[in-house]
């Protein structure tokens, strides 16, 4: 699979990024930590080479998970990881990064990234120059290869920016969320940051897997995620069935088709998760998946069908 420069830096990342938040658990349920090994091994047999993660996903299992699945060949990937938004202070951010080398088995981050800005999900403020301090300094160290940041607005990435080189915007952002689009984006194409979308499937909405009926398990943070529920839900599944015709020209799935379309936005490249191996082979499928200039457009029209209705809040669930 080819790769593509990450921002400015060295780091070199391939357009479909292995997703990991559900190798954490938290707030997902079946998930097995044995198929997750397996899934990571497979999308890296299948060109995959950039993994994302989080010290906050399940308390470090994810990173652990990634850790223990890709130990042998960590030289030929890319791991990217994040501090959580109760990190921030310089003392601790430098902890942090400590945690996240040990439980990802290596001596060096390829890019590391503020989860949340300072002050959301109930976070004490801290100033954006000292957190941008210690991962400067983890950056002169060799400990980390690059800074990226996580739902930043475009005034966030701006303030960070004069501290620092941010070389990623890691947003939510997929055909039926994207907000993105209105707001860091031009920020992020002026000064050659990569955008890397997370959520690029809708939490597994545009798979086209559930029906108009559909009712998460308990414990499952998708109920609450506003894509699923109401009007909005609805309008998803007529999207879906104007999307179906066009991935059954290319014999490739809904998933592939949405992730095809966002890899092919402006800086744009796409976490996407997995529960087994045939998802992560699937979704590294999706690079072969090559779209015509009308039918980016076409796609562009009837993922409207449910971006017109939401508002401007960039978070997807009702916390």
């Known amino acids: 699979m080819e790769t593509k420069a990450l921002g400015t830096s060295e780091v070199k990342i ?11 658990k938290s707030r997902w349920v079946g998930i097995e930590d044995a198929e997750t090994i397996k899934g990571l091994r ?20 994810s990173e652990q998970i990634v850790g223990q699945a890709l130990a042998e060949v960590r030289d030929q990937l890319v791991y990217a990881t994040k501090v959580c938004a109760n990190h921030l202070k310089y003392d601790q951010v430098i902890e942090a990064c400590e945690g996240s080398l040990k439980n990802l088995k290596t001596d060096y981050i390829d890019l590391y990234q503020i989860h949340w800005p300072s ?6 403020v801290v100033p954006i120059e000292e957190t941008m301090s210690a991962l400067n300094t983890l950056k002169e160290q060799g400990k980390i290869r690059a800074i990226g940041v996580s739902n930043f607005s475009r005034s966030q990435l701006a303030e960070a920016s004069q501290y620092g080189r ?14 993105v689009e209105q707001d860091a ?10 955008i890397i979308g997370y959520s690029s499937l809708a939490q597994g909405l545009l798979t086209g897997k559930f029906d108009p009926e559909h009712k998460f398990e308990e414990g499952d943070h998708r109920s609450k995620n506003k894509l699923f529920n109401g009007d909005n839900y609805q309008r998803a599944q007529q999207a879906l069935a104007q999307l179906r015709p066009i991935a059954e020209r290319h014999q490739c799935t809904l998933a592939q088709l949405s992730l095809a379309w966002l890899m092919s936005q402006p800086q744009t490249n796409a976490i996407a998760g997995f529960r087994n191996s045939a998802q992560a082979i699937d979704n590294a499928q999706a690079v072969e998946v090559k779209l015509s200039a009308d039918e980016l457009q076409d796609i562009d029209q009837i993922g ?8 401007d809040n960039p978070v997807m669930w009702d916390l």
Request: aromatic content about 10%; overall charge negative; glycine content about 12%.
């Open 166 to 179: 941010i070389d990623s915007l890691q947003p939510p952002y997929s055909l039926f969320w994207r907000q």
């Open 304 to 311: 409207r069908l449910v971006t017109d209705h939401l508002d």
């Open 14 to 24: 391939t357009p479909i990024i292995m997703g990991t938040w559900q190798a954490g």
């Open 42 to 61: 497979a999308g890296f047999e299948a060109g995959i080479t950039t993994v994302d993660t989080a010290e906050l996903y399940g308390k470090g299992h």
């Open 119 to 124: 002050g959301t999900l109930g976070s004490e």
């Open 185 to 194: 984006m031009p920020f992020c194409v002026e000064h050659n940051i990569s």
